[in-house]
């Protein structure tokens, strides 16, 4: 009993983290790589490093990427920050 007891603050800690910290952070990645599949032509796109783009052809793991100019990129999907609506 008493090792129940010493044990309890160590186990209450995790939940605590698991609720607080952990949780939150995979369903934030699950929501990220849900949009990253769900990319489709002409969705206009901002990457990771900022590069806001059009997304003009894609394959299983890299996708191509027109800047205003016409400039064709390829980037990974991984690489996709968000999809930016623009009603």
């Given amino acids: 009993m008493e090792t129940l007891v010493s044990l309890l603050p160590?186990?209450?800690?995790?939940?605590?983290?698991?609720?607080?910290?952990?949780?939150?952070?995979?369903?934030?990645?699950?929501?990220?790589?849900?949009?990253?599949?769900d990319l489709k032509k002409g969705d206009k796109v901002v990457t990771i490093g900022g590069l806001h783009a059009t997304v003009n052809a894609l394959d299983e793991d890299t996708l191509v990427l027109v800047v205003n100019d016409g400039t064709k990129l390829t980037?990974?999907?991984?690489?996709?920050?968000?999809?930016?609506n623009q009603d």
Avoid: G, H, N, T
């Fill in 75 to 84: 980037y990974d999907r991984s690489a996709v920050r968000e999809v930016v």
């Fill in 10 to 37: 160590i186990i209450l800690m995790f939940v605590i983290f698991y609720f607080l910290l952990i949780r939150p952070q995979q369903k934030k990645q699950k929501k990220v790589r849900q949009m990253q599949a």
